[in-house]
């Protein structure tokens, strides 16, 4: 599956984006969807997940309720929409597409996706 990520750009301390990961190829129903984040120096960390059925998702810790995915199978896209943004939030931000059975042990481990897409640059200014 081949995926885009779109959506990104500069906004202000507490405004609000809404990124969008579009997958091509096969039935986005099939897979695990991730949403990770890499800042300037970091290691690339969880953001959120959301099952197959998007009836579950699971987030960071950080993301403290600002953050939300969604996911639409019918238009093979998948969303995280992120208010009240922080700078800290400043990173580019990857969907991932993790085509193993559910594992609550395992889903925030970049390794266990199988396909990424390209990323989107999000910066929050103070």
């Known amino acids: 599956v081949q995926l885009q990520a779109s959506g990104g750009g500069l906004v202000q301390a507490g405004g609000s984006l809404r990124l969008s990961c579009a997958a091509s190829?096969?039935?986005?129903?099939?897979?695990?969807m991730g949403w990770f984040r890499q800042a300037p120096g970091k290691e690339r960390e969880f953001v959120g997940v959301?099952?197959?059925?998007?009836?579950?998702?699971y987030y960071a810790d950080f993301v403290e309720g600002r953050f939300t995915i969604t996911r639409d199978n019918a238009k093979t896209t998948v969303y995280l929409q992120m208010n009240s943004l922080k700078p800290e939030d400043t990173a580019v931000y990857y969907c991932?597409?993790?085509?193993?059975?559910?594992?609550?042990?395992?889903?925030?481990?970049?390794?266990?996706?199988?396909?990424w897409g390209q990323g989107t640059q999000v910066t929050v200014s103070s």
């Open positions: 959301i099952r197959r059925s998007g009836a579950s998702t």
């Open positions: 190829g096969r039935t986005l129903s099939n897979y695990l």
């Open positions: 991932a597409a993790n085509s193993a059975l559910w594992d609550s042990n395992r889903y925030r481990n970049s390794r266990t996706y199988n396909y």
